[in-house]
Nanobody, 126 residues
């Protein structure tokens, strides 16, 4: 059974850091692209970043570029999202998702995902 489980969310002060993890089971990450999305209550899901673990291709949306880093850990079958210089606007529920396409700005689309995790909440507040 394919499953994605997020962890690492929590409360952090502005300017702080968090590491989110997406643990996969039922498939190996190098056969999929893993994407991160986030959602603020009342708003649509928005793409954050993706990685094709097989070749290391990554993509970041402009508002997280330079602050977030996505990386795959094949040994743990996990993708991590390192978030630094967090802002209150980063407050959201973060979801990881898996798809068969290759990571790019075009692939970071909610409609193209095959599997979803249940999310982890990130709150950036003083």
């Amino acid at each position: 059974q394919v499953q994605l489980v997020e962890s690492g969310g929590g409360l952090v002060q502005p300017g702080g850091s968090l590491r989110l993890s997406c643990a996969a089971s039922g498939f190996t990450l190098d056969s999929y692209t893993i994407s991160w999305f986030r959602q603020v209550p009342g708003k649509e899901l928005e793409g954050v970043s993706c990685i094709s673990v097989s070749d290391g291709t990554t993509y970041y949306v402009d508002y997280v570029k330079g602050r977030f880093t996505i990386a795959g850990d094949n040994a743990k079958n996990t993708v991590n999202l390192e978030m630094a210089s967090l802002k209150p606007d980063d407050t959201a529920v973060y979801y990881c998702a898996g798809s068969g396409g290759h990571c790019s700005g075009y692939s970071l689309d909610v409609h193209g995902m095959d599997y979803w995790g249940r999310g982890t909440r990130v709150t950036v507040s003083s």
